[in-house]
């Protein structure tokens, strides 16, 4: 006999011949919803009307919910790594269960791993010899599938729970596990004196269910420092959302020495010195004199900014296709030239500005594709790359850092940009390339920083703004100058 559908014989389904059948007659289930839901607009009920459907809707998404678990689980079960070339991933051309997953059912990323996740918690297990094995949280699969219990609150036992399977007491973990569905589903004795009652029994939230869950893990883990470094290990990550209000957030949990150590850089490069003693009165002024006014915030990110730019050029990590690790933007040429429209980063969701794409131009290079209307290629140019290794020495030699008066971001951590844009006609040349932060260089064109070269030699101007009366000055730092001005300095009376 074959296993179960989700391997815990959801529904009584069962993999015996009958599967056409189901998914019939789920079709015919979806299109009697439609016919009932789909018949008034809501605004039109009452306020009693409106909560009793909002709350037989989601009974029924409930129900909805462990089907899409079970198959979710079942997915993965047939996509274990263990499996190779015969994964179910592997066969259907997908990278993981999670795309397989969104292609199937067109959910996000993260909807389809938190499925995964757990229909692999909550569905039967097999050993190696073919006998049944119960799901690792046997409650919550058994309330998951009764339709009683929602995918959202699940997931909030097993993810709070799982963490302290290593160590916790088997009997204890599965008293929480029973403490938890009952005061989610409202039954026993976690929904009150009236569950026997004639009053409804209370259910928990999801939220209401993490807080309690959360009060368990700590009951169930109660180790000393050694099992909380381990739990640290276990749960550091880094994330990325999904893209709002043009940005993509981030979020995450870092080791306390790697937090150490990115607090670090910060201060390096945001406290109000230089060389890692007191700011000289010159620098004092130049500091002034540039105008700062992004927040904290602000400056670390674009302080991560310049150490992922730094890393990617420093020949020290993985490549890719034989190249450093190189954003690929594309743009239309007309978009480019008459200033309007928006460029495309790969590996992200959402449009790069033309300032942005014009930056990594600037840094990287570009290489003209020419499409028909049709798609097909019918051009493919040069790949014109910008400053060699051996330019940038030259030219971090002679500017020290980036060229901004009062910006005190080290030149190892500047890219190069340049003074006459490439579409221009600018060379790509040291008289033509000057060392800019990444804020100051995505900035350029709005701030009002004005740069020239004078044989050779970057000059500065400040906004109006900031300085209305201000002309054109030299800031080049190279050895040559800085020895020049401490030979002019005045010497100190002994």
């Given amino acids: 006999m074959e296993r179960s559908l989700a391997g815990s014989n ?60 079970a198959c979710a689980g079942e997915v993965g079960e047939r996509s274990r790594v263990e499996l190779g070339g015969e994964r179910l991933s592997t ?167 790697v937090a150490a150590g990115l607090g670090r850089l910060f201060d390096a490069h945001l406290a109000p010195r230089s060389g890692g003693g007191f700011m000289t009165a010159e620098e004092r002024a130049d500091l002034e004199r540039s105008g700062e006014e992004r927040t904290a915030d602000q400056q670390r ?23 450093a690790p190189t954003v690929l933007v594309s743009v239309r040429a007309a978009d480019l030239k008459e200033g309007h429209g928006v460029a495309h980063a790969d590996g992200v969701e959402i449009p790069v500005s033309l300032r942005a794409a014009r930056q990594l131009m600037c840094t990287g290079g570009m290489q003209q594709v020419t499409f028909d209307g049709a798609g097909r290629i019918i051009g493919l140019g040069s790949p014109e790359r910008c400053f060699t290794p051996h330019q940038r020495r030259a030219i971090t030699l002679r500017d020290g850092g980036c060229l901004i008066p009062g910006c005190r971001v080290p030149a190892s951590w500047c890219e190069i940009h340049h003074v006459i844009p490439d579409a221009d006609g600018g060379p790509t040349h040291t008289d033509n390339g000057v060392l800019l932060c990444w804020f100051h260089h995505r900035t350029i064109e709005t701030s009002g920083w004005g740069i020239r070269m004078i044989r050779g030699a970057p000059q500065v101007r400040p906004p109006a703004w900031l300085d209305p009366g201000g002309g054109w000055r030299s800031v080049t730092r190279s050895p040559t100058r800085l020895a020049d001005r401490v030979e002019r300095r005045p010497a100190a009376v002994a």
């Fill in 91 to 257: 066969r259907r051309g997908c990278r993981t269960v999670a795309e397989l997953l969104e292609r199937v059912t067109l959910v996000s990323g993260a909807e389809a791993r938190r499925r995964s996740a757990l229909g692999a918690a909550t569905r039967s297990r097999y050993g190696l010899t073919g006998e049944a094995m119960e799901a690792r949280f046997p409650g919550v699969a058994a309330a998951l599938a009764s339709g009683e219990l929602g995918a959202d609150a699940a997931g909030v036992i097993v993810r709070e729970l799982d963490g302290t399977r290593r160590v916790a007491d088997p009997v204890a973990l599965r008293g929480a596990e029973q403490e938890l569905v009952a005061a989610a589903v409202g039954s026993g004795d976690a929904a009150g004196d009236d569950a026997s009652g004639d009053a409804a029994p209370v259910r928990c939230t999801a939220d209401e269910l993490r807080v309690q869950a959360q009060v368990w893990a700590v009951f169930l883990d109660q180790d000393g420092p050694e099992p909380d470094d381990e739990r640290a290990m276990r749960r550091r990550g880094f994330r990325f959302g999904r893209a709002r209000d043009g940005l993509i957030p981030v979020t995450g949990e870092l080791l306390p020495e």
């Fill in 10 to 69: 959801v529904g009584g389904w069962r993999q015996d011949g009958v599967v056409n059948g189901i998914v019939e007659t789920l079709e015919e289930v979806r299109s009697s919803l439609l016919g009932v839901v789909g018949f008034d607009d809501p605004a039109g009920w009452s306020d009693d009307e409106l909560l009793a459907v909002t709350a037989a809707v989601e009974a029924v998404g409930r129900v909805v919910d462990a089907a899409r678990v």
């Fill in 301 to 323: 990110h674009d302080v991560v900014a310049a150490i992922i730019a730094t890393a990617a050029r420093s020949g020290e990590h993985p490549t890719i296709g034989g190249a």
